[in-house]
């Protein structure tokens, strides 16, 4: 529920003909209805949702698609990282088909990262490509996953290998929908809010670090937060749309993060995928200072800060520890941002200045975490 | 086997700065290693191919890629269309991210349609999108599916209902490589090749008349007939890439054609799918002459053609038959290319006077498949 009603926010995400907008605000869910049919008249729509949110959000979508005349159908996947996989990519994918929808009609990613992952790869390669409108409900999917057009499954060989880059034409983002979200999933997308802080906009750091209660609570600074979220990832997708180049910022915390999922078996109970980021950035921040690229005041400034909301941001925080210094290196060095043996990773100089470092040598790595695995 | 060993020839596919090369000459196979070693240095190299294929063709070829010093791995998998389902897909993107290849790495289809869509597809979405090249060895793949950049699979909703717009970086056409393929399936890939004179080039129409021994035979005849064909082919998906609009003329007998095909449940004993085309032209003018769009004369010389090389050109040449109207023409509506419930068709004012025609009354295309049954 939201203390105010803030305006709707529309953030632009340039790329051509592939230009879409995201909107964000209050009540979207129930207007949704009335903004599809007039942004996509006549498209029938299939939603895509898990068990979760579909009990909670897709009865008031539902209502408004039907008040509007838009045919639809809801698709229910299991809620959970799991769903992300071939067998269920085949059943979605068979669904929509069941439903006869056409090229121009919709699917409709109504959920977390994990339904808009699926769902928009689904949407990419029925009838090689239909329409697509994400309507993400975790805060990691409002300020992340949703944008940007990437899409896709895990496979055993590794989380998000197969998929496709595949643009919505249309995010709207309900930040009522937020409340019924658990408090730990919050701050998980939490962490992914602060790194736009980290990567390049220390004023929007500072004003975290400030505002953060209002984030949490809801109204005008969670819209807020969330439009400077999508806004600064909508300029990197636009700058480079499939990750040749400095898309990879939006990495911060996330090779050390993976390393970290990895170890601890992608078990959601004992860590999930932002908590990983939490404690990756602040890795990256601590390996910076240790190879001198930034000072130790900026590593132990944003780390207070993700320790004042709840965060963990030490690799002892991890339940039931993340084990040697040999398993995250195997596992960082397995991980998809390894280009021809050499390891890269964001690193800072500071709060709002990361950047790409290609050729970081292995045993500085190592030497790394040896030490901070020490720190207890 | 050449009787004589003509120029590689080589037509440009202009896809902007997704732009690439048809090669087509004698002993491409061979000089594969090198070629790709100079295209693409220093890539690993998954090839895909089926068990007939992979028998008569691979070993050839990798002799060349551990000649050049590349790595190569080869991925086997069923002759036949029953293979482009998604059970084999994840079979082909498991076996790719087990051989550790990179995004920058290749994806190469050594093999007819079945296996240039299925390898192309995966291509597409392991990695969101790996190095890809076609070595299309039936004269259909050599002719049509290996270029223009669809690929994917089957669904029990229809053929080919799965899939994504994913160009090669390179296609290598061996000539050679068609003396094993069945005279059936020669014949069949030759109807897509006079297709090519059928849509808009009466000239080449003309010339396969008095040539076509020559095609069937090898040498340059055949160089010079997929070269126009793939030109032609290029030409169209140069101008509208994700068909959106005239790319449709290339679907020059393939409503009819793919009603014969469900009618035959896809038995491809029965009926394969260019002779499925062949039969599906003949159909579309002695409609487009019934309805006054061309004369019957036009309709009768491109039969005669069709007839002389040895392909089926009427519905009593389907052994077992095609069913009835009704069955027909529920196929017909099925089909992929009706847009919200009109009937679109190719039809043609002449030989190479092709054109779209949208909104074709339904009520036409019964009467006119009632008397062609009634043919005998
Ligand atoms: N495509 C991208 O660019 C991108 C970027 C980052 C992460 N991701 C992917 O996103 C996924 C993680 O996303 P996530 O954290 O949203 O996971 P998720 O989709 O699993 O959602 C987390 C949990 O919250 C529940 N939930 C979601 N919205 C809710 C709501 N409003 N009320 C109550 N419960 C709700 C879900 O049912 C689920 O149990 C991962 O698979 C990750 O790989 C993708
Ligand atoms: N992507 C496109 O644009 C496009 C266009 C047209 C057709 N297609 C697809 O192509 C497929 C049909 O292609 P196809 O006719 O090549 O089928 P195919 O790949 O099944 O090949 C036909 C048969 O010939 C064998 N074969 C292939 N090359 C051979 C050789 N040199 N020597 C001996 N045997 C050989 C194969 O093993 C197979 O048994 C269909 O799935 C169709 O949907 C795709």
């Given amino acids: 529920m939201s203390i105010d009603a803030p305006e709707?926010?529309?953030?632009?995400?340039?790329?051509?003909?592939?230009?879409?907008?995201?909107?964000?605000?209050?009540?979207?869910?129930?207007?949704?209805?009335?903004?599809?049919?007039?942004?996509?008249?006549?498209?029938?729509?299939?939603?895509?949702?898990?068990?979760?949110?579909?009990?909670l959000h897709a009865p008031a979508l539902e209502a408004g698609l039907t008040a509007a005349g838009l045919r639809h159908h809801r698709i229910t996947v299991p809620?959970?990282?799991?769903?992300?996989?071939?067998?269920?990519?085949?059943?979605?994918?068979?669904?929509?088909?069941?439903?006869?929808?056409?090229?121009?009609d919709l699917v409709l990613a109504l959920g977390g990262g994990v339904v808009g992952d699926l769902a928009g790869f689904a949407a990419a390669i029925v009838r090689r490509g239909m329409g697509f409108v994400q309507m993400p409900t975790s805060l990691l999917a409002q300020v992340d996953s949703s944008v940007g057009g990437k899409t896709g499954i895990n496979s055993?060989?590794?989380?998000?290998?197969?998929?496709?880059?595949?643009?919505?034409?249309?995010?709207?983002?309900?930040?009522?929908?937020?409340?019924?979200?658990?408090?730990?999933?919050?701050?998980?997308?939490?962490?992914?809010?602060?790194?736009?802080?980290?990567?390049?906009?220390?004023?929007?750091?500072?004003w975290l670090e400030a505002n953060w209660r209002g984030v949490f609570q809801g109204g005008k600074d969670r819209v807020h937060a969330i439009a400077t979220s999508c806004r600064a990832k909508a300029a990197v997708v636009a700058r480079d749309e499939t990750e040749?180049?400095?898309?990879?910022?939006?990495?911060l915390g996330?090779?050390?993060g993976h390393a970290l999922e990895a170890a601890t078996r992608y078990d959601g109970t004992?860590?999930?995928?932002?908590?990983?980021?939490?404690?990756?950035?602040?890795?990256?921040?601590?390996?910076?200072?240790?190879?001198?690229?930034?000072?130790?005041?900026?590593a132990e400034r944003m780390t207070a800060h993700l320790k004042t909301v709840g965060l963990p941001t030490e690799l002892a925080h991890v339940p039931g520890g993340v084990g040697d210094v040999d398993g995250l290196m195997a596992a960082i060095g397995q991980d998809k941002k390894v280009a021809r043996g050499k390891l890269t990773f964001i690193l800072a100089r500071g709060i709002g200045e990361s950047f790409i470092a290609k050729d970081v040598d292995p045993a500085a790595v190592r030497a790394f975490l040896a030490e901070d695995l020490a720190r207890g």
Avoid at 17 to 38: K, Q
Avoid at 87 to 94: K, Q, T
Wanted: with cysteine.
């Fill in 8 to 55: 709707t926010t529309r953030v632009p995400v340039a790329l051509g003909d592939r230009s879409y907008d995201i909107l964000i605000g209050s009540g979207l869910i129930a207007s949704a209805g009335a903004t599809l049919a007039a942004r996509f008249p006549g498209r029938a729509v299939a939603i895509v949702t898990d068990a979760t949110v579909g009990d």
């Fill in 79 to 104: 809620a959970g990282e799991a769903t992300k996989r071939f067998a269920m990519l085949e059943e979605v994918v068979d669904q929509v088909l069941a439903h006869r929808l056409e090229r121009g």
């Fill in 156 to 206: 055993r060989h590794g989380k998000n290998l197969v998929g496709a880059f595949y643009q919505p034409g249309l995010v709207l983002a309900d930040t009522d929908v937020l409340d019924t979200l658990s408090t730990r999933e919050f701050r998980a997308g939490y962490a992914e809010v602060a790194k736009y802080g980290l990567i390049d906009d220390p004023g929007f750091f500072s």
């Fill in 244 to 251: 040749t180049g400095d898309r990879a910022l939006l990495n």
């Fill in 254 to 256: 996330h090779t050390f």
């Fill in 270 to 298: 004992r860590l999930v995928h932002g908590e990983a980021v939490a404690i990756g950035m602040c890795q990256a921040f601590r390996f910076s200072a240790k190879l001198g690229l930034c000072s130790s005041d900026a």
